[in-house]
């Protein structure tokens, strides 16, 4: 039934955005299922998990894709034609003259979610219905989804547009949409003669990317020795730093600090920013209660401080000279990683990052489709019984 798009979502688990933030981690909810469940009624619902890991590696091993992107949706919002930028405003706010698709696109703005088949649905009508960039959706979606992750997106829309997996691209059709959406969503049918099955054809889009993989770099499993007094930033890739291995570290100073907005372009929908600010705060509640410090400092940023601004002044308030956090996957936190690092280094902080040990282990097996991937991973879950660590058989 998870195909199904029913109004109330219940065929499916809305634990993205929780996983996204990692306020539960992957590892956390494969355990519980394979805990709970045998591994043959559970499969699919593994693989569906697995897909964000898979997303994850492939574009840990081809950043360059990511990096790309941005710079497509920054060129198309300066130069993408007049009526481009007019008609893919009006798609996104809900006024294409398709009755399905623009309650999709208000339910997005309101709610801050969708259903993953009425995710592609409207990500096809955006690219192949009413030919619209591509990179201007995903960064729609970016800027609305609660769930946002910078691979799931991005490759996401690339797969829609027929570029993820050359050769196939997914197409919007009439007969899919009436056959798995109720008929209340469907209750108004104008414009839906534009979904009609031999109307849709798939519209040639060009790659900009370099899609080669390159080496996963190289980061610590484990938390530096606490020699010097230790910052611990906990930041929105990580929620729950307290289930990591950086819960270890011998009383470090907690820092809370959120990614500001590049620039006010950037800037996510309102219902995403509360998301936001609440998800950090359960993080930031729990890794307080955790190391039960004396001194922290939450700092959310004023908006006009940098990111590697922000860290510098709190180095300089606070006197550590280590700054410790979780991994920065690839994407708009990852994007400011080198002039972090330099701002740490003018005034002697050294800064690490450490990789949770379930990336390390599933990441660098994100180099081709995912059914290799699943296969290889799928053999080890299989393996995975009461008492035994998914870790432990993933490794």
């Known amino acids: 039934m998870r195909n199904r798009v029913l109004a109330d979502h219940s065929n499916v688990s809305r634990l993205s955005p929780a996983i996204r933030a990692r306020l539960v981690s992957e590892e956390e909810v494969v355990q519980q299922v394979l ?29 360059q894709v990511w990096s790309t992107y941005r710079q497509r949706v920054r060129h198309l919002r300066r130069e993408a034609p007049e009526p481009v930028r007019r008609r893919a405003a009006e798609v996104a706010a809900g006024r294409s003259g398709v009755a399905v698709m623009d309650r999709f696109a208000r339910e997005l703005l309101e709610t801050g979610y969708l259903h993953n088949h009425a995710r592609m649905w409207w990500a096809s009508f955006w690219i192949h219905v009413e030919g619209l960039p591509w990179e201007l959706g995903a960064d729609h979606f970016q800027r609305h989804l609660l769930d946002f992750d910078p691979a799931s997106n991005t490759l996401s829309w690339r797969w829609v547009a027929g570029l993820q997996t050359p050769g196939k691209t997914y197409l919007v059709r009439r007969s899919n949409v009436e056959k798995y959406a109720p008929p209340e969503l469907l209750s108004d049918s104008s414009g839906i003669e534009r979904l009609d099955d031999d109307r849709v054809r798939a519209v040639s889009v060009e790659e900009h990317a370099d899609t080669r993989p390159v080496p996963l770099g190289e980061l610590p499993a484990s938390p530096p020795d606490s ?81 590697a601004q922000t860290l510098v002044g709190l180095a300089g308030e606070h006197g550590f000279r280590r700054l410790v956090c979780a991994e920065l ?60 660590s998914v870790l432990e058989v993933l490794r």
């Open 329 to 388: 996957a690839v994407g708009p936190l990852a994007d400011q990683r080198d002039e972090i690092r330099r701002a740490l280094a003018d005034v002697g902080v050294e800064w690490t990052e450490v990789r949770r040990p379930w990336d390390a282990a599933l990441w660098p097996l994100a180099r081709k489709g995912f059914f290799d991937f699943w296969d290889r991973v799928g053999r080890r879950l299989r393996k995975t019984g009461e008492g035994t």
């Open 227 to 307: 020699a010097s007094t230790t910052a611990l930033w906990v930041h929105d890739e990580d929620g729950s730093v307290e289930q990591s291995l950086l819960a270890k570290l011998a009383n470090p100073i907690p820092l809370s600090v959120m990614l500001p907005a590049a620039d006010e372009a950037d800037e996510p929908g309102a219902v995403v920013a509360e998301w936001r600010r609440q998800a950090h705060a359960d993080a930031w509640g729990r890794v307080t209660t955790h190391f039960d410090p004396k001194r922290w400092e939450n700092c959310a940023g004023d908006g006009e401080d940098s990111l």
């Open 35 to 63: 805990f709970g469940h045998p591994f043959e009624a559970s499969e699919k619902f593994l693989q569906e998990v697995l897909w964000r890991s898979y997303w994850k590696g492939w574009l840990e091993l081809r950043p």
